[in-house]
């Protein structure tokens, strides 16, 4: 088991406060949802494109402690356990695998990392893993039936695929300018 440096839990600490500053903007809300369009799905993104599998990852998980521990992280200023028990909980929930699905995937690229494959890599894990446990989580504890909760899921992926794309150019610049910041 390899261990964790000073710089590795700063840099986990800092990707938990981008994803916690990213809350603080102004989520969109769509008419027909109840559940607005935030930010910080941008930040599991990043996170994970920046930091790897291991360490973006780990990042999400202290992110989501603090929300549980009450503070007021979600947009929205939401935060505490019953965030978690809500029928959105389970999106929460799989921040850290969709950081962990996407620094997976980032860690096989060559270093740098172009923006086409960075993008495949976001929307796998920032979408496609995040939803995997949140449309579950939606049907069980928000009483939908499975077609309303993939239909409703369905609205937020155009903003999503948004996301992805600034997280891939964004990642991709960074990863050339500080290519030892990107996990290898």
Known sequence: MTTLSTRDLVHCALFAAIVAALGLLPPIPLAFIPVPVT??????????????????????VLFVLLVLAGLPLLAGGRG????????????????????FVIGWLAERLPRGGNVLTLFVACALGGIGAVYALGVPWLVLVGGLPVEKALYGSLAFVPGDLIKAGVAAFAAAAVRRGYPTLAAH
Not at 83 to 97: C, D
């Open 80 to 99: 505490g356990f019953g965030v978690v028990l809500g029928p959105t909980g389970g999106f929460l929930l799989g921040f850290p695998l969709g950081a």
């Open 39 to 60: 930010a910080q799905t941008l930040g599991v993104m990043l996170a994970g494109a920046l930091l790897g599998a291991k360490r973006g990852g780990l990042a999400l």
